[in-house]
């Protein structure tokens, strides 16, 4: 029997590439805009991957949910964090529209992680 594993969940292999994708792009910003906006949407979309990581690690069915919940939440923090990104001119076009897509999917991958999870598990 072959166990799921964190590496399995697109929706986490998703975020996790997003944010690199996000990291490459800010780690070459100046120091302003690096230290204002990009600390903050760095960590943003960081947490998004973290968030399903930890919500994968806990036992419980609601713990699990609740870390997972999280990430809708720094999804929510990435928009915003995009959309200042680009008004501000940091980020390309074509930036800005592969974070978005990226963005705009994640929610659907999540939900679909919580009711697999919601499905499958016990409390």
Known sequence: MKYLQLNDIDCYKRALALSNYVWVIVIIWEWFP????GVQFVTAIDSISANLAEGFGRYGKKDKVKFYNYSFGSVKEGLDWNEKSKIRKLLTDKQYQHILNELQTLPKEIHQL??????????
């Open 34 to 37: 690096k230290r204002t906006v």
């Open 114 to 123: 919580i009711k697999f999870t919601n499905d499958r598990l016990k409390e």
